[in-house]
Nanobody
Framework: QVQLVESGGGVVQAGGSLRLTCTAS????????MGWYRQAPGKQHELVAT???????NYGDSVKGRFTISKDNAKNTIYLQMNSLKPEDTAVYYC?????WGQGTQVTVSS
């Protein structure tokens, strides 16, 4: 059972930045896809960003141009750099390595 451990969430003012980290319990080098999803209260699960083994990235429309996903295979870690944060980015952010999910980390953006 792969374990995914997220960190880096917190409270930040609008316009600020946070970097989320997700470390896997085993090598991610062979992972075809990994990524981040989020869920805000009363809303559906939403794609934030994914990264393929080739390095190709994909972003949800609401975060394009503000968030950047990256990975470090040597550290079995993916990152989500979040800039220009908005109150609507407030959610629990989940790391995903199919079919496994992390426990989530809360991001709260105050106006």
């Amino acid at each position: 059972q792969v374990q995914l451990v997220e960190s880096g969430g917190g409270v930040v003012q609008a316009g600020g930045s946070l970097r989320l980290t997700c470390t896997a319990s085993e090598s991610i080098a062979s992972s075809l896809t990994m990524g981040w999803y989020r869920q805000a209260p009363g809303k559906q699960h939403e794609l934030v960003a994914t990264i393929r083994s080739t390095g190709t990235t994909n972003y949800g429309d609401s975060v394009k141009g503000r968030f950047t996903i990256s990975k470090d295979n040597a550290k079995n870690t993916i990152y989500l750099q979040m800039n220009s944060l908005k109150p609507e980015d407030t959610a629990v952010y989940y790391c995903w390595r199919p079919p496994h999910w992390g426990q989530g980390t809360q991001v709260t953006v105050s106006s």
